[in-house]
Structures are given as structure tokens and as C-alpha cells.
């Protein structure tokens, strides 16, 4: 791991519940990067982090990876499936993909307003 | 890696993750030794895993938390019993050195703190009834946890306990009151020696419950000790009150009773130490009811 990789390791997940608004900051909540991963198909952890690393910029730790994996476990939000040579790909199930837009929709929510805010503020500004 | 790197987190875990998480680890570094740093993240995700896996902490199952709390105020309640050993030496015979008209509320702040105690007992031993059954099916089924250990350490205490009961209770026999309240050294360290296995060997008990349980319990029977174990930790509140009640009735009323002086405060020592004790067990019975509470939200 290179020094630099620290930086952008995000925290572990906070997200418990399906009805729990993400906590960590900036929209990069391990499992709402793990669903979103897994809603285009299996992955096993490494691939899982190499495919968030591409689409989000941020790189999981297998601490991180596999403390969010295991609560999604949990929910039922994901599930095991038959392991290849140790690695043990995942899938997201129907909860999953529910779980996953609800957690989008909050996401666009402050997506929306959040820009709609900081136009009006630069449009006053100028 | 000379080490395991997975050595933090709970067994239960490892057995369940931990060879993909290995095969991730060795994906992640690609042939590179881990650094420090990597190994310290590992280990504090080990370490939040095993609280969470306890219950304790962390956002866990809704069961481990009613679990954990459940256990929690269980052994919150071990401690008030020792704190309640300590109360009961105090009060021994207490009524005999207050005038009959100064007796009123010393004896109804005594009674309150009998009644929470024997309202908490029962609601204890309501957990136990509740337990068994489902341990007793596990056990027919061979699926009960092992215990053996621990319930053979348990029963040497228990055994070990009522030996040293019978040979203190033939000793105290042939001592005044004045050798059994601290004037003869020896009997006041086997006194204290003796209750300290009284409170260890409640422990042990605890421990056995606890262990039996964890496995066992279904989802419904954990919701009732969850109820039961709010109820105890009313319960250990109530005696605690009246406990601190009686003191400063005694304290104001007969100073001479609890220290030998006139000048008996409520902020004497043994009463700082049994109020101490009865105070933390409230707060580690608050505790047990907050994560009991947490598994609802």
C-alpha cells in the first residue's frame, strides 16, 4: 500500500438499517459502495474495491470492506455465493436493491438541493 | 505474514470471513509486506468487530444488543448483592439501638430495600425459568454450548462457599457482637474473604447463565429477559435509594450504631463503599437497559 493510499481510505460503515440515512460523509458510505458495485453484478471483495476504486475514487480497506459486507449480511442485502479458489464472490438481493434506491433517492435529494442552493448563492454573488 | 493478520476479530468471525478476507488481504498488498499502519487498521476493524459481535457496543443485531444488555444488568445485579452484603452487615440488629419511637423510618427505609431485593431475586430467578426450557431442548437436541467448564468452576465456588458459610457461621458462634462487628480481626478478614467468594460465586453463576443463554434463547424469550432485566435494574434503583435513606436515618438517629461514635455521617466509609458500589451497578445496569432500549430503534 502506498502512503498516500491512506488518504482516501474511507471510514468504516455506519449504516445498520435499511431505513437508516447513510452517516459518513460526502455519499461515500462503504455500503451504499458496495450495492451500488454489486447491482451490476457478483464481485468478490478485491474486485468489489478495485471496481469502487474506478467508479468512486475511493479505495476500501479490507477492514472497512468486510465490516460493511458483514452488516449487509446481516440485512439480507447481499448474499454469499459458492467461493472460487478462497474468494468468495457476493450478490445483491432483492432488499438489496431496494435498500440501495431508497439510499440513492436520499442521496439525490441533497444532490438536487444542494446544487440548486449553491447557484442561487454564486448567482447572488455575482 | 508471520502473524495473523485476523487475530483481533471475534473466532466466530474468522471462521465465517476470515479466509476471503485473507485472500483479500493478499489481493490488496499484491506480494508487498503489510506496513504498520495497514496492520494497525486491521486491527482496530478486529477489535470494533469483536465489540460489536459482543453486543456491547457498535451497531449491532438487534438480539446481541438485547443480549449484552440483558447480561449487563445481570451482573450489574452480582455487584448490587455484594453491595447488599455489605448493607446487611451494617443493619444487623439495628432496631435494637433505636428507641422505640425513633423506629419508624430507619424500619420502612430497611423493609423498602428488603422488598426491592426480593422483587429483583424473583425477577431474576424468572429469567432462569424462562432460559431453561429452551436450553433444555438444546441440550436434547446435543446442541447445547459448552459449558461443563464453567459450570464445574461455578459449582466448586458454590460448594467451597458453603463450607466456608458453615465453618464462619460455627465461629461466629462463639464470638460476642462486639468480635463479630469488627472487634476480632480474623473473623472481620474471613468475613470479608467469605463474601468475596459469595460475590465471585455469583459471578460464576452469571457467567454459566450468560453462556447457556447466549445460544439458546429464542428471539421471544430474549424479549422477556430483555423486560425482566429493565425490571431488576427498577429494582437494584429502589434498594439503592432506600439503602442511602437508611443510612442517613441511622446516621441522624443512632451515629453510635453504624461507627461506635457520636459523630456517624452518612459519608462514612463503609457507607461510601456500599453506596459506591450499589451507585455503579446502576450505572452499569443503565447501561445494559440503553443497549436494550437501542435494539428497538
Known amino acids: 500500500m502506498r502512503a498516500s493510499d491512506s488518504n482516501y481510505y474511507v471510514s468504516r460503515s455506519k449504516v445498520s438499517g435499511v431505513t437508516r440515512a447513510p452517516r459518513s460523509s460526502y455519499g461515500h458510505d462503504p455500503s451504499v459502495l458496495i450495492l451500488t458495485s454489486l447491482s451490476s453484478g457478483p464481485r468478490h471483495g478485491h474486485a468489489l474495491a478495485q471496481d469502487i476504486e474506478s467508479f468512486a475514487g475511493v479505495r476500501l480497506g479490507p477492514g472497512t470492506l468486510y465490516g460493511a459486507i458483514t452488516r449487509l449480511e446481516e440485512l439480507g442485502l447481499i448474499e454469499a455465493l459458492e467461493p472460487s479458489d478462497r474468494r468468495r464472490p457476493y450478490q445483491i438481493t432483492a432488499a438489496g436493491r431496494d435498500a440501495l434506491a431508497s439510499a440513492l433517492a436520499r442521496l439525490r435529494r441533497v444532490v438536487d438541493e444542494g446544487t440548486a442552493r449553491l447557484a442561487a448563492a454564486t448567482a447572488g454573488a455575482s | ?297
Open chain 2, 1 to 297: 505474514m508471520s502473524r495473523d493478520p485476523l487475530r483481533y476479530y471475534p473466532r466466530a468471525w474468522r471462521d465465517r470471513y476470515g479466509e476471503e478476507m485473507r485472500a483479500l488481504i493478499e489481493d490488496d498488498l499484491d506480494g508487498r509486506a503489510p506496513t504498520r499502519r495497514y496492520l494497525a487498521r486491521l486491527a482496530v476493524s478486529g477489535i470494533r468487530e469483536r465489540v460489536r459481535a459482543s453486543g456491547l457496543a457498535g451497531d449491532s443485531t438487534a438480539r446481541a444488543r438485547r443480549w449484552a444488555g440483558s447480561s449487563t444488568v445481570l451482573y450489574a445485579w452480582v455487584a448490587l448483592c455484594a453491595a447488599g452484603g455489605s448493607f446487611a452487615k451494617s443493619a444487623e440488629h439495628f432496631r435494637s439501638a433505636l428507641p422505640v419511637d425513633e423506629r419508624l423510618a430507619p424500619s420502612l427505609a430497611y423493609d423498602v430495600v428488603v422488598a426491592g431485593a426480593l422483587a429483583g431475586g424473583i425477577m431474576i430467578a424468572a429469567g432462569v425459568a424462562v432460559a431453561l426450557p429452551g436450553f433444555a431442548a438444546a441440550a436434547r437436541r446435543g446442541a447445547a454450548p459448552a459449558i461443563g467448564r464453567a459450570v464445574v468452576r461455578a459449582a466448586a465456588a458454590t460448594v467451597s462457599l458453603a463450607a466456608g458459610t458453615l465453618g464462619l457461621a460455627a465461629w461466629a458462634h462463639h464470638l460476642d457482637a462486639a468480635q463479630r462487628n469488627g472487634a476480632n480481626g480474623a473473623y472481620s478478614a474471613a468475613f470479608v474473604a467469605w463474601a468475596l467468594a459469595g460475590v465471585v460465586t455469583l459471578a460464576l453463576w452469571a457467567k454459566v447463565s450468560t453462556r447457556a443463554a447466549r445460544a439458546t434463547l429464542s428471539d421471544r424469550a430474549l424479549r422477556v429477559e430483555s423486560r425482566l432485566a429493565v425490571g431488576v435494574t427498577a429494582a437494584a434503583v429502589v434498594v439503592s435509594v432506600a439503602s442511602g435513606w437508611w443510612w442517613a436515618e441511622m446516621a441522624s438517629r443512632a451515629p453510635a450504631f453504624l461507627t461506635g461514635s457520636a459523630g456517624a455521617s452518612i459519608l462514612d466509609a463503609r457507607a461510601v463503599g456500599t453506596l459506591g458500589l450499589m451507585a455503579l451497578a446502576i450505572v452499569a445496569a443503565g447501561y445494559g437497559v440503553a443497549r436494550i432500549a437501542s435494539a428497538r430503534a
